[in-house]
């Protein structure tokens, strides 16, 4: 940022780009001037320009809430409320199907070996095997296992109500009795002080993890006669499927107090305070619900704020730039098949990612700069000019607004256009504005695709 | 302690990754050093094992062979050998609770208990020494789980018992005894009958034998004192029979 000369100098260019995300960590006039107060529906993909986000359309309707996609030998499943389904044509055919609908119904599914065998779970169902027309039960297995997941060729369950982590046979998904010190079965039993419980099992960095609400226990050995727990951090996960790797062997997993980054070593970071006031409104009682998914450039997390039940918010992490990012929707489970991100609503909808718009409709997108003071809070600030630098795409709408002080205020919009050309191109908004206060904030938004490379602002001090 | 997966250092290219780098190695390498086995041991020396640590859980079966035992007699383990499969014992003295040539019949037996030798043909036909029939040691013969005969000394003379009689077999003459009254030969000849038709020893024969000897009764004889004596005969008499 060009600063104030020394000389009598009526104007200056300021030139910002805005593609580092929302912050929440400090007060809004201590970010960066490439942060921003609030966001929806924009993100850093081509960072430095800000763009809007990719839009999705609907893959496929089923019914309830889907808290879990996968693919087994290249059929789409999807579990809901209900049942755990699989896509035939344009319709689902239940796998396993209940009664009826419980939101609770968290379903946990897992292949195993070469994938030929399908396990799934839902915290009190016994554990099930399909092999894609013969559904078994495996009465030998723990009851009432809530978790899974494999590892050095075992298949491990845990639940939400003892400390007991159990593994099945070598190379045996369907034996949980066998007592041979090396090929056979057996219980770890992980304590803590706290009397928590198991909330969430992953296999990462060679190592079976089972987390707590507070702690981290990362399993070493690979059979009975060498088994052992260790708890090596006391950071701990509030919800199983908020627990994501991604490809570059990152662990991203939601703790109580926030979205904690793990690289199997170091102790786990913490990277929400950026978005610490969605994190602090979580709703524990249901955190369970909460999920995430990747699709290699950015981690999706959905979370249950306020008093919902099932996730009202989702918000995404550029693993790149390390920003976050608010969306529009909210996704209630995840699944990264290939290079395409698709994921599950609240209402029956299964999305997939791409494109320009939601299903035909263009994306609202807006942004708010954080208070700018040119780093002189002594004096009042005009702004002459502004341009604008974007890329609007044919059809899409912008605007810019401004508003004095560091928070709410009116806003006052200074600029619309409602098609762009297509091409990028500096757009000269020619608006004499005299700032009341020290601070101002600029709220750009719109509709459509639409891509921001940089702001120039043209100030002077008021009565220079 | 199995595979152990350290972390490529070539892929840290900050100083995150760095410090994550080595906070793997710390800990799998702790976990290593605590969990060592064959896998991660490429030779190790015996004179590390601690002296009397090796337990018999830790030898595998059929792992010890005969060149590596180093003992003068076999009496120095104690122990009880348990069921031993052997092709020759050769030995000066041999002690044992039992001994059998076989395990199934017929077979003879050695035991320290009840009869300490036997010979069997069933377990219900056989032959056996009892080393204490009345405190003296006595054969006995048993049919079908009965004892039939025994030989003994119990009364300081040789007893041929045989119960419901005893057969002698001589080859050209046999002798069946029944019971004390039947002597019975090959050809049926019975000695009982026999000896009823003889004397009997110590019983003296009726009186009989009254005779005149030649002499007519009534016969005067002078002695040579000239004393008249009158035959009279011989009276009636009887002899002691042997």
């Given at each position: 940022m060009k600063q104030w000369t020394a000389s009598p100098e009526r104007t200056k260019p300021v030139i910002v780009t805005l593609a580092d995300g929302i912050n929440q960590s400090v007060e809004s006039i201590e970010i960066k001037d490439s942060q921003c107060t609030a966001v929806v529906n924009m993100d850093s993909f081509l960072y430095p320009t800000l763009q809007v986000r990719e839009g999705s359309t609907l893959f496929s309707q089923h019914t309830g809430y889907i808290n879990r996609i996968f693919k087994f030998l290249g059929v789409w499943y999807c579990g809901n409320a209900r049942g755990v389904y699989k896509q035939s044509g344009a319709s689902w055919v239940a796998v396993y199907e209940y009664g009826d609908t419980n939101n609770n119904r968290l379903w946990d599914a897992a292949m195993f070996f070469d994938g030929s065998k399908l396990y799934f779970i839902d915290g009190s169902l016994q554990l099930r095997q399909y092999d894609g027309s013969t559904l078994t039960t495996l009465g030998s297995a723990p009851a009432n296992s809530a978790f899974m997941t494999t590892h050095a060729n075992r298949f491990y369950l845990a639940n939400r109500a003892d400390n007991l982590l159990s593994y099945s046979g070598l190379r045996l998904a369907d034996d949980w009795t066998s007592p041979n010190k090396y090929t056979g079965t057996g219980k770890i039993t992980i304590e803590t002080p706290d009397g928590e419980k198991p909330t969430g099992l992953v296999s990462f960095a060679n190592h079976v993890i089972l987390f707590k609400k507070y702690t981290l226990h990362e399993l070493f050995g690979e059979d009975s006669t060498n088994f052992e727990m260790k708890n090596p951090f006391n950071v701990g996960c509030i919800s199983d499927r908020s627990i994501v790797q991604t490809t570059e062997g990152l662990l991203f997993f939601l703790a109580s107090d926030g979205i904690y980054v793990y690289m199997g070593g170091a102790v786990p970071t913490k990277i929400s305070d950026p978005i610490q006031n969605y994190i602090k409104q979580i709703n524990l009682t249901y955190a369970q619900h909460c999920v995430s998914g990747t699709d290699g450039r950015f981690v999706y997390l959905s979370l249950v704020t306020g008093?919902?039940?099932?996730?009202?918010v989702t918000l995404k992490y550029d693993l790149q730039r390390h920003s976050w990012w608010v969306e529009s929707y909210v996704a209630t489970s995840f699944y990264l098949d290939g290079q395409t991100l698709y994921y599950g609503t609240a209402d029956g909808k299964i999305m997939k990612v791409g494109g320009v718009n939601d299903s035909g409709v263009p994306i609202t997108w807006s942004i708010e700069t954080k208070p700018f003071s040119e780093s002189d809070e002594t004096v009042r600030k005009a702004i002459h000019r502004i341009w604008l630098v974007a890329d609007i795409e044919v059809g899409s709408t912008l605007s810019i607004s401004y508003a004095g002080g560091t928070e709410s205020g009116t806003w006052n919009q200074v600029y619309t256009t409602?098609?762009?050309?297509?091409q990028i191109q500096s757009i000269k908004i020619p608006v004499i504005v005299r700032t009341p206060e020290t601070w101002y904030r600029l709220k750009i938004n719109g509709t459509g695709k639409v891509k921001i490379h940089r702001i120039i602002r043209e100030l002077s001090r008021r009565g220079s | 302690m199995g595979q152990v997966i350290m972390p490529s250092v070539q892929g840290s290219t900050t100083l995150e990754e760095v410090k994550n780098t080595v906070a793997i190695m710390i800990k799998e390498l702790s976990w290593l050093l605590n969990n060592l086995d064959t896998r991660n041991v490429n030779e190790l020396n015996a004179e590390v094992i601690t002296a009397l640590s090796i337990t018999a859980e830790k030898i595998a079966a059929d792992a010890i062979t005969a060149e590596k035992i180093d003992v003068n007699?076999?009496?120095?383990?104690?122990?009880?050998?348990g069921h031993i499969t052997a092709g020759l014992i050769e030995a000066v003295n041999i002690f044992g609770s039992y001994i059998a040539t076989s395990k199934s019949y017929p077979r003879c037996e050695m035991s320290s208990t009840g009869n300490v030798f036997g010979a069997f043909s069933s377990a219900q036909h056989y032959i056996a020494i009892d080393p204490a029939y009345a405190g003296t040691p006595a054969l006995k013969f048993y049919y079908a789980g009965l004892e039939l005969g025994r030989i003994n000394n119990m009364s300081g003379v040789m007893d041929i018992v045989g119960t419901g009689g005893i057969d002698l077999y001589t080859g050209s003459d046999n002798l069946r005894i029944p019971s004390f009254g039947r002597v019975v030969s090959a050809t049926g000849q019975n000695l009982g009958v026999e000896l009823d038709g003889k004397a009997t020893a110590g019983i003296s024969t009726s009186m009989s034998g009254a005779a005149n000897g030649g002499i007519p009764i009534g016969t005067v004889f002078k002695d040579v004192n000239g004393v008249n004596h009158t035959w009279n005969g011989v009276p009636l008499h009887s002899h002691a029979q042997n």
């Open positions: 008093s919902a039940t099932t996730p009202n409602n098609n762009g050309t297509g | 007699e076999l009496s120095a383990i104690t122990a009880n050998l």
